[in-house]
């Protein structure tokens, strides 16, 4: 019979030899011990059976049922209890949490080395085709922003530069981190599972099934080092806040890079607001028109178009007038450039009062709704619930800013209660359709000049431009009703 020596030797002996390493942690499976520098880990008893399982299979993927059947194997549990077990060893294992792999719909794997990442391809991030004109200052402090928040939305109204802005922090932002940016294009995708499979294929996920779980996709995602731009993100908002609130919640080393008409509203959600370019004053001198970024951009995007214009000193200041009345809103400034051949400076700004007829004809390879101002606007109005709509509409009888109750004096009837005015008007200040601005504690609203101008399209479509006149005529000349600033009736 082996002594107490004996026996203790042998068993050392045998541990060294099932000894595994992962990373920098040694893992003893007889003596049920993790180990670093010589240090035990602590470690709950159902997260060391999950490392001894995967381990034990010297990098071979490790099928659900199989983990659950070690683990677990005369109990009936949830799948989730993997992911819970699963998150408590990521953080254990730290830096070398990357080793510990979720393939989604097939299984489990550890690595041999943190440098490996199975089932994923990098992807190039897209350059853009033109330089960014007036956005300098957005793109650094986009890339101040990144350093500290991990997921940041830049919302703005349709057509402001969103994704041009968000592509070029990207590509310079790309060093700052240890794998090649992402990008997930959203626009044509309308499902939760089809949100869920562009993250995968974005960030070069390979197998993954026709019944992805947005629980797999996070955990696939947790040793991931990098950013991951979503671009186009309102009109599936709802799949994206919930996909990107798992995924962060998953993993502290991941930045993400959202552009939307709206904000994700989830925790840790920090905003950018991207603002129009500047426009110049009607005072401004010939030289500062031309440092002016909007109409350096009309002028360079004629330029591409018809060769070398020589505008004169009143067609440059034709030029400033038509991008003050487009808001300085990129997509509609180059729209309006690329009708300078056709209608010339002039004809162009004449017919503004028509933007929603001659502004058209953007790049063929742009999405559908960036190649005509109205569809544009087409695309926010779709998103909205047939109150809003209605509200929104009515608002364009209002030709300047205008406040909450002179809004409820006008719109409300009806069809549309005072608690619906204020969803609605909350919403369309959350989708960038009315701009907002406070002068004290009063909130004072304002529709560009574009939108109003495709707000009136569908107000006459409705027949309701005469009733909403005749409200405001009569709000107007009421002393007993609160009196809305700088409103008036339309021509």
Known sequence: MAGPCERANHISSESRRDMIEVGRFQLDP??????????????GSRAFDILAVVARARGRLVSKHELMSAVWPQTVVEENNIQVHLSTLRKVLGDDRGLLVTVPGRGYQLLQTSKAMPARTIRRVPVPKTTLIGRDQDVRQVRAMLDRAHVLTLVGAGGIGKTSLAIEALRQAADDFDEAPCVVELSALKTRQDVLHAIAQGCGLQNADS?????????????????????????????????????????????ILVTSREPLRIMGETLYRVDPLVVPAPDCTVAELHSCPAV?????????????????????????????????????????????????????????????????????????????????????????????????????????????EALSAIACDEDLSPASAIDGISELVGKSLVNVEFDGPVAAYRLSESTRAYALEKLNAEGEFQSMSMRLAALKTSDNKPQPTECSLID
């Open 30 to 43: 007889e003596m049920r011990t993790l180990r670093r520098g010589g240090e035990t880990v602590p470690l």
């Open 296 to 404: 350096d951009l009309f002028l360079q995007r004629a330029n591409s178009l018809h060769g070398r214009l020589k505008p004169d000193e009143n067609e440059i200041r034709l030029v400033a007038e038509i991008c003050r009345r487009l808001d300085g809103i990129p997509l509609a400034i180059e729209l309006a450039a690329a009708r300078v051949l056709a209608l010339g400076i002039e004809g162009v700004c004449r017919r503004l009062d028509d933007r929603m007829a001659i502004l058209a004809g953007g790049y063929r390879t742009a999405l559908p709704r960036h190649q005509t101002l109205r569809a544009t606007f087409d695309w926010s109005f779709a998103l909205l619930d047939q109150d809003t709509k209605a509200l929104f509409r009515r608002l364009a009888i209002f030709g300047g800013a205008f406040t909450f």
């Open 211 to 255: 019944a992805l779980r947005l629980a797999d996709l996070a955990e696939s995602l947790a040793p991931l080092k990098t950013l991951i731009l979503l671009d186009n993100a309102e009109h599936v908002i709802e799949h994206v806040a919930e996909a990107v609130e798992a995924i962060i919640a998953e993993n502290d080393v991941l930045y």
